[in-house]
């Protein structure tokens, strides 16, 4: 089945820097790639999604990269802000006969004011 | 407002208790799930449901069970069984098979044995 890693597994920086956030997927025909931020006592909320066959996707500060061949995808936050700090979650999913969405470990994002 | 509600948001159970989380969506979903969040493990799938009447299990189904009577609720029952109950719990819905799967996600239950 699907497996999907993430790193770094906790991510500190300065506010206005950039934040990075990588992620690899194992099944090939997984063909969804949602992110979701957490907040403190909250659920997930989606911030950005981005499809096989699309290879970047940006909204505002936000961005994510696709490489399939590598299996790769990646968050970027430009010009962070201290309201940017959450628990980031990469995910992949198939549409297959259900739309199973495996999720990756997540990310603790700590942006310094 | 349209949105997904989870109640309570806090619960304690003792040990051998069965204990069942609310889950409610006004957004006319036709999928529901719930997952269980453990610290460094991400969001493990419980259960789901693609319509009324019909469920299917996830990948740690053992030690739960659901019903989905109706479409707008899909409550979730700790059963004594669960060896290790003790987790945060999200319940989540989505629209079926329309090309766009993004999940709502209600505000969780932070489930504690006592």
């Known amino acids: 089945g699907e497996n999907v890693e993430q790193h770094p597994s906790t991510l500190s920086v300065q506010e206005g820097d950039s934040a990075v956030i990588k992620c690899t997927y194992s099944?090939?025909?997984?063909?969804?790639f949602p992110w979701y931020k957490q907040e403190l006592g909250k659920g997930p909320q989606l911030i950005i999604d981005?499809?096989?066959?699309?290879g970047e996707k940006k909204d505002q500060r936000i961005a994510v990269t696709l490489n399939k061949t590598a299996k790769h995808f990646s968050l970027h936050i430009t010009e962070t802000q201290p309201e940017d700090s959450a628990v980031y979650f990469c995910?992949?999913?198939?549409?297959?006969?259900?739309?199973?969405?495996?999720f990756g470990p997540g990310t603790s994002l700590s942006v310094i004011p | 407002d349209g949105g997904i509600t989870q109640s309570p948001k806090y619960l304690f159970r003792k040990e051998g208790q069965n204990v069942t989380l609310s889950c409610e969506q006004n957004?006319?979903?036709?999928?529901m799930y719930w997952y269980r969040q453990d610290p460094g493990q991400g969001l493990r799938l419980i259960y789901y449901?693609?319509?009324?009447?019909d469920f299917q299990k996830g990948d740690i189904a053992e030690g739960y069970s659901v019903s989905r009577e109706k479409k707008e609720s899909f409550p979730l029952t700790v059963t004594s069984a669960q060896k290790n109950p003790t987790a945060f719990y999200l319940c989540?819905?989505?629209?079926w098979g329309q090309g766009n799967t993004e999940a709502f996600f209600g505000q969780g239950t932070r489930l504690t044995v006592v």
């Open positions: 957004l006319n979903h036709d999928a």
């Open positions: 449901s693609q319509i009324v009447n």
């Open positions: 099944d090939s025909a997984s063909n969804y």
């Open positions: 981005i499809r096989s066959n699309v």
């Open positions: 989540a819905s989505s629209h």
């Open positions: 995910a992949a999913s198939m549409r297959t006969s259900y739309d199973k969405v495996i």
